[in-house]
């Protein structure tokens, strides 16, 4: 799976936007960009993933440049549960019947602010 | 929505004696991962099962092994514990289908080993 690169840490403040990004120079042409989080010792919870479209969801938003070199997850009305450990992780979609472990790098430390 | 199930949420064992963590997949979930997160430290995958076969392999040592059952949950047995097998330990489970295979992780079961 591609390396992936992640600013240590982050704040934001309560009710704006959290624009995490996420550095994947390496990547591969069927590798998609998956984000996960983990609030404290919880387990980690899977967020969004896509492929080279911009996709959202109820939680997120994925944008990933045209040379998909790199992504930014958006969470457009933080809140303080949305403080956690965010995760980029780079790996095939789906690998044909196998089950591939996730490789989790450092992540990104997110602290929303009152 | 039914989430991954995992018994129990909280093990205490001693030095050298042997633990049994249980994983209940989400229900039309074929696959079962197994991660350990020791204090301070990221999620490290350690094993996956894919209808009921072993699938990928990670860091795990030879002190632990596991299996999945014909009901799909899954068993991590551990020997010979450490001090340093003290960790949480998360199972994840993926859906069967081509288009996808999504994490979702479980709670987790902290192991403190005295």
């Known amino acids: 799976d591609a390396k992936t690169t992640q600013p240590t840490s982050m704040d934001c403040a309560e009710g704006r936007a959290a624009n995490l990004p996420c550095n994947h120079s390496?990547?591969?042409?069927?590798?998609?960009v998956y984000w996960y989080r983990q609030i404290h010792s919880q387990g980690p919870q899977y967020i969004i993933h896509?492929?080279?479209n911009n996709e959202t969801n109820e939680m997120a938003s994925l944008i990933i440049t045209e040379d998909r070199k790199s992504s930014t997850l958006i969470l457009p009305h933080a809140t303080l549960r949305d403080t956690a450990v965010y995760y980029c992780?780079?790996?095939?979609?789906?690998?044909?019947?196998?089950?591939?472990?996730?490789?989790f790098g450092k992540g990104t430390h997110l602290i929303i602010q009152p | 929505a039914a989430g991954v199930i995992q018994s129990p949420r909280h093990l205490i064992k001693e030095k050298r004696e042997t633990a049994t963590l249980k994983c209940y997949p989400i229900p039309r979930h074929d696959t079962v991962y197994w991660y350990q997160q020791g204090p301070g430290q990221d999620p490290q995958f350690l094993i996956s099962f894919y209808e009921k076969m072993q699938s990928d392999k990670g860091s795990i040592p030879d002190r632990f092994s596991a299996q999945q059952f014909s009901d799909y949950h899954s068993e991590l047995n551990m020997s010979s514990l450490e001090l340093g097998d003290s960790a949480l330990y998360f199972c994840?489970?993926?859906?069967?289908?081509?288009?996808?295979?999504?994490?979702?992780f479980g709670p987790g079961t902290r192991l403190t080993v005295l």
């Open positions: 896509g492929l080279k």
């Open positions: 994840a489970s993926s859906p069967e289908g081509p288009t996808t295979d999504t994490q979702y």
């Open positions: 992780i780079v790996r095939v979609g789906y690998s044909g019947g196998g089950a591939d472990g996730l490789t």
């Open positions: 390496t990547i591969s042409g069927n590798e998609y």
